[in-house]
């Protein structure tokens, strides 16, 4: 930490009183871009196994990945697809679901995806924002892509992952072409060009699309690459493409010649299940998950001596959970990583090939990590902005050049502060070792099961009940899901007792997707605490329910 209270890795250089780092990285194959990286290293790997098919119990090599891929590359050509239209993807992980996403990347053509949970808000919503030429869908997810398609009126192709009588099946885009064995993808003429485009909920409201760069994930998968976190041999994540987690895991594994365990659904028997069949030496998990695990506990003789290290992101995760998993998993790196989709993943985790590191994520189990090379940091106090030092909560800004294009679309101007750092709207403190701990967020953005929430959103719903005069929705913490958003009610006079609060909770649940269901209850209240300037003060309101004042 210099003598501004910033951080830095070396090797560093200072401009303008900011922190800016020179990432030290060797761009000899991947000047061209995230396409070529995926296929000079799928042809250099050709015989090793890339995914390992869990459903199929299949084995799926690198020739046969890249073969189908070119092909898929080449046809999206036939059909005229551009650099100046978007490919988009709806599906769950199976054998052919990473294609469309590897073959736009071999055509500079950004690709966005979608997660077939989604509900069909969402779903119209991100289909308004991206317009997509064409999409790739599994048959589950038909009919909600149609009905979003016919909701926005956007023209776009479907292609059906399995068959079809209406729409084109991508097997039509496997078939053999003379020009696969001269195939060359298309070299970018900036690494700042966007690559992909990532949906994430800002602080209020629907998703945005996050603009990300092929610098941004080349640079995160080397980095991936270089903590040593054992990605080179198997590895296994559940996470779709929707999520950053999959496509940088996608990237790792083609970096490093390593196999992917593919797999539809999770639940804990079968995460043991698959550690043990397919040896996988690399883990990523998610909050909830790790609580299944933890609830299911370990089944008797299974054999986790293959798995040399787990990482846990997307959501908090106490020391207790910290610490029962790492007994669920003895021999194993168990840690903490943490990051945003705006600076295309990690912004600070523990290298394992650094001693001191690995002292510090087993001493320090609620921490996310130290900083990485590639970005500056810097931590502000909320009310006056200024630096803070060791142990000072404040809120986390960063400068990287991993970070986003901006949000498609729309103005970002509002994510970053007048010296140009982006802020990440979550409150963290460092300590003397340099390691971080993520307090809480800023951001209203409430998170349950790894998904965002808008309490905005909820709100804007309870208020359209006859009775309610005014609604705010916070998040009350829950060491399983993250967030159960609960609602603070002020109830119109001429209503007092003829309304519930199991009334407001029934009249919210018919009205939202699972996720935005208020789980932490609903609280009749007199009067809602606000700020000199009329903002709510959550964090307040939230700390009072806590303490059990309202």
């Known amino acids: 930490m210099d003598d501004r209270g910033c951080f830095h890795t070396e090797p560093e250089e200072v401009s303008n009183n900011n922190c800016i780092i020179d990432v030290p990285l060797d761009f000899e194959l991947e000047h061209r871009g995230l396409g070529y990286l995926y296929f000079s290293n799928m042809k250099k790997y050709k015989h090793k196994i890339a995914q390992y098919l869990a459903d199929k119990n299949e084995e799926d090599s690198y020739q046969d990945l890249l073969k189908r891929s070119v092909r898929t590359a080449l046809e999206l050509k036939r059909r005229n697809i551009t650099r100046d239209d ?23 053509v950004p690709v966005a995806s979608l997660d077939p ?14 317009k997509p030429k064409i999409i790739f869908v599994v048959p589950e997810a038909l009919k909600l892509i149609e009905t979003s398609l016919n909701e926005t009126g956007v023209d776009a192709e479907i292609v059906v992952f399995g068959n079809s009588d209406v729409y ?14 001269n195939f060359i993808p298309e070299s970018v003429t900036s690494l700042r060009e966007t690559a992909v485009i990532f949906f994430s909920s800002g602080t209020t409201g629907l998703p945005k699309g996050i603009m990300t760069s092929h610098y941004a994930l080349v640079c995160q998968a080397i980095m991936l690459k270089n903590c040593e976190m054992h990605v080179n041999a198997v590895n296994l994540t559940y996470a779709s493409l929707y999520w950053i987690s999959a496509v940088l895991f996608l990237s790792v594994s083609i970096l490093c010649g390593a196999g992917r365990v593919v797999c539809r659904y999770s639940n804990s028997k079968i995460t043991w299940f698959l550690i043990e069949k397919y040896k996988v030496t690399s883990l990523a998990l998610a909050p909830t ?4 695990l933890i609830k299911g506990g370990r089944p008797d003789a299974v054999d986790t001596s293959s798995l040399l290290s787990c990482v846990v992101g997307g959501g908090s995760v106490s020391a207790t959970q910290m610490n029962q998993i790492r007994d669920l998993l003895p021999g194993t790196f168990v840690f903490l990583a943490y990051g945003q989709t705006e600076v295309a993943g990690i912004l600070t985790i523990f290298q394992l090939n650094q001693v001191s590191h690995t002292l510090a994520l087993h001493y320090k189990p609620e921490s996310s990590g130290k900083p990485v090379a590639g970005i500056a940091y810097k931590v502000v106090d ?30 970002s101007s509002d994510s970053f502060d007048s010296d140009g750092w982006l802020r990440t709207g979550d409150i963290v403190y460092y300590d003397e070792e340099q390691c971080f701990f993520v307090v809480d967020r800023i951001k209203e953005m ?6 965002h929430v808008p309490p905005a959103m909820i709100e804007q719903i309870i208020v359209s009940h006859p009775a309610v005069n005014r609604a705010v ?10 967030d159960h958003p609960m609602a603070l009610v002020m109830v119109n006079t001429m209503f007092n007792g003829d309304v519930h609060p199991e009334d407001i909770e ?23 605490p606000l700020t000199p300037s009329g903002k709510v003060k959550r964090r307040d309101i939230r700390e009072m329910v806590q303490q059990g004042l309202i």
């Open 86 to 108: 978007i490919v988009m993807i709806c599906s769950y992980n199976h054998k052919n679901s990473c294609i469309p996403f590897i073959a736009s990347t071999f055509l500079r």
């Open 117 to 130: 949970t989604l509900s069909l808000m969402d779903t119209t919503h991100l289909m308004n924002e991206v």
């Open 168 to 181: 084109a099946e991508f097997s039509d885009f496997l078939q053999s072409n003379e020009k696969e064995d």
């Open 289 to 292: 998950l790790v609580s299944d």
């Open 382 to 411: 909320l009310e006056t902005g200024k630096l803070c030092g060791p142990n000072e909560k404040g809120e986390l800004r960063v400068k990287t050049d991993y970070v986003m294009n901006g949000y498609y679309g729309r103005d």
């Open 446 to 451: 409430l998170k349950y099961k790894s998904w």
């Open 473 to 482: 929705v916070i998040g009350i913490p829950n060491e399983e899901d993250g």
């Open 506 to 528: 029934i009249f919210v649940a018919e009205r939202v997707p699972d996720r935005m269901k208020l789980r932490g209850g609903v609280k009749f209240i007199d009067s809602i």
